[in-house]
């Protein structure tokens, strides 16, 4: 586009930050995110190093009629960024922990490792995602459906205050009293209301789990998961499990028990001390041996190895689906459609626990929806291009598969390459989905942010 270098020429006096139009070196990196999958072509992108840069940034969009797309670290799709402005916010990296208040407040950069990191030597700990590696303020605004989740709740369930850049480029702190609705909204929304540059959030004082994961054969797939099931059910919510059908790679880079293989894969947090940790999770060892069982008391510095879920970018295939139960004829409709029998693409067919703390609303109710499922089921597979079609072939036809025991639709942060309004609706009570369009109509009512879905 011919005014590519317009754009960015006269934004680059504006700000600390770069700016890059399409020709420019340094355009393909600032737009690249972690799910490879999905493309972003947008006419100008921008790495603020501020706040105050994405201010101006935005002002410079709304001056010049763009569009503006956000990511930070890639990891969930957003509305692809063919024309218009991509603001890239992995340079905001300012993190502020206090230990007395138990609080941090991070910017819109930070991926959830830097601040498990920060937080440890206090014997604190956040309410962070599977992967460390995943950016700390998408994920809270899609609700944030961690490993300690039954015992404390959403991520969003603790945030206490934010920093936004609204569709006029102006700069507001919100929280429970200053703008309430948007503070409502923001949490757990995901809504493309404003550009939320800097988050607030309390920690929790947990040093150490008794955690990791247990990985058994394929073949014992059909006694676990219906095993699996009942014993989630019995669990105190000092306890967040979860259990994923696992087909690897035979890639030198897994170890040689998974390789190439379809395994089970228990994954397993207990908050509190080994011997309650070790009864509570007997059961469970006891209705198979073991391929590799790496559940022991361990510094909560070390929560990724639970999931170990990927850290390089990769293009992957994802849905979801929330369960309002998990009978065994949930359980046999998983195991026909993902089970080790079957020659599928899928990486991973997981089923969540939820229930517990992921069940109350915190202080100040956010927007959290469908809180009273009782599980989710996840799909996940490789999206190179020969295989798209076989994917989603296969990951749709387990979601099929479980549709008669769902509970309305995905949770927000897991609703994969599904952004048709009608499904996107799924994520929340028809009341949430009236109160979100408000919010946007009264924030964005020119629709100048597009990095969100739309609900009509």
């Known amino acids: 586009m011919a005014t590519n270098g317009i754009y960015a020429s006269a934004l680059r006096s504006a700000i600390d930050g770069e700016v890059f139009g399409s020709t420019d070196p340094g355009f393909e990196a600032a737009c690249l995110g972690f799910n490879l999958a999905h493309e972003f072509r947008p006419d100008i992108a921008v790495l603020p190093r501020s706040s105050r840069d994405v201010a101006a940034a935005v002002r410079h969009a709304a001056d010049h009629g763009l569009a503006v797309h956000v990511q930070a670290t890639g990891h969930g799709l957003g509305t692809q960024a063919h024309g218009g402005m991509l603001i890239n916010t992995a340079g905001l990296q300012e993190l502020d922990l206090d230990p007395e208040t138990r609080s941090v407040r991070v910017g819109a950069g930070v991926r959830w490792s830097k601040v498990i990191a920060a937080a440890a030597p206090h014997g604190l700990a956040p309410l962070n995602g599977s992967s460390p590696d995943i950016g700390v303020v998408g994920y809270t605004m899609g609700g944030g459906m961690g490993p300690m989740g039954r015992t404390f709740g959403f991520a969003a369930d603790h945030v206490t205050a934010l920093r936004m850049v609204t569709a006029s480029g102006d700069t507001l702190e919100v929280d429970a009293v200053r703008e309430p609705e948007l503070f409502w909204a923001l949490r757990g929304g995901k809504c493309s209301v404003g550009i939320v540059t800097q988050l607030r959030f309390d920690l929790h004082p947990v040093a ?39 087909r690897l790679p035979d890639a030198p880079e897994f170890p040689e028990p998974l390789r190439g293989k379809t395994t089970v894969h228990l994954r397993y947090v207990h908050v509190g001390g080994d011997q309650q940790g070790a009864a509570l ?45 998990l009978d065994a004829g949930a359980i046999d409709a998983l195991l026909e459609t993902a089970g080790p029998q079957l020659r599928i693409p899928l990486i991973l067919a997981e089923l969540r626990h939820l229930g517990g703390a992921f069940a109350r609303q915190p202080e100040h109710p956010n927007a959290v929806g469908r809180r009273d499922a009782a599980f989710a089921v996840n799909v996940v597979g490789p999206y190179a291009p020969p295989l798209r079609e076989a994917v989603a072939a296969s990951g749709l036809a387990v979601l099929g598969a479980m549709e008669p025991w769902s509970h309305g639709g995905p949770s927000i942060n897991f609703r994969g390459f599904s952004w048709a309004p009608q499904d996107v609706r799924k994520a929340w009570e028809p009341g949430h989905v009236e109160r979100l369009r408000r919010v946007k109509a009264g924030w964005d009512p020119d629709s100048r942010f597009r990095f969100g879905y739309q609900l009509d």
């Open 281 to 325: 999770l007997a059961p469970m060892r006891g209705t198979a041996g073991a391929l590799v069982d790496m559940v022991a008391m361990m510094p909560y510095s070390l929560i990724g190895s639970v999931h170990q879920d990927p850290t390089d970018p990769m293009p992957a295939w994802d849905a979801s689906l929330l369960l309002g139960s």
């Open 208 to 246: 150490e789990v008794y955690g990791g994961g247990i990985f058994f054969a394929g073949q014992h797939a059909p006694e676990l998961f219906h095993a699996f099931g009942p014993w989630a059910r019995s669990l105190p919510e000092s306890t967040t499990a979860s259990m994923a059908l696992l």
